[in-house]
């Protein structure tokens, strides 16, 4: 699975408003979301997370601040983009739960080191970026996925699932495979942060009538996912109290 990293610094008001003005100008004039996939990120949210996404735009690499600009440097210009374009959505959740906007530097296993009291994640395929965070006070982790909404090649499913899996998997077809690795990345990258533990595919057990997860080391997940012209799935662990 994809290697995330954790971490948490102090999230300090920068002067950035000539980049964020000439953000805004840019952002005026081309379409930044999809409405109808909106109402798809919408019924994924709950309370204590929030979510939100962005349409891929030219220039969306420029968004990307002075710290998060290093660990870019050798990355195509595609992956600078998707990586701006989902730290604009990152912080403009962010003002929304009444944080300022702040860097989200990459971290050492390449997710991003979040503001302290907050944690998140961010995802992006070829022309969406989504982002999805929420307070330390209500969620241990959170993870959060994307692809295009197509079938997973029949030679990759063996790699994914387990055989308690395949055996339910026809439920979600066509694209049940493809949701299924959709999960279990959401799921890594919910937990990472918490164990330190890299996870094979078959190290996480998806349950999806009862939208739940279960990793090697017995740890419970909730699931949330969405299937419409992408696959979309959210992991979390709410703060036990």
Known sequence: MRQVSP?????????????RAAENSRQDSIVTSNPSLQVAIDALSLPGI?????LISRGDENALWPEEIPAFT????????????????????LRRLGRPECALPRGSGGAPTWPRGITGSLAHDSSVAVAAVGMCSDMDGIGIDIEPAESLPTELLGLVATPRERLTIDNYDPYGGRLLFVAKEAVYKAVYPLDRTF????DVEINFPDRKAITRNGR?????????????ALAFLRVLR
């Open 220 to 232: 419970i997940i909730d699931l949330r996912f969405s299937i419409a012209a992408h696959i979309i």
């Open 74 to 93: 050798s990355s195509i210009d595609k992956v600078r983009r998707a990586s701006g374009a989902a730290r604009i959505v990152a912080r403009q959740l």
């Open 50 to 54: 929030i979510v939100g996404h962005r």
């Open 199 to 202: 996870l094979d595919h078959h």
């Open 7 to 19: 971490g948490c610094i102090p999230c300090v008001p920068q002067h950035n408003e000539p980049r």
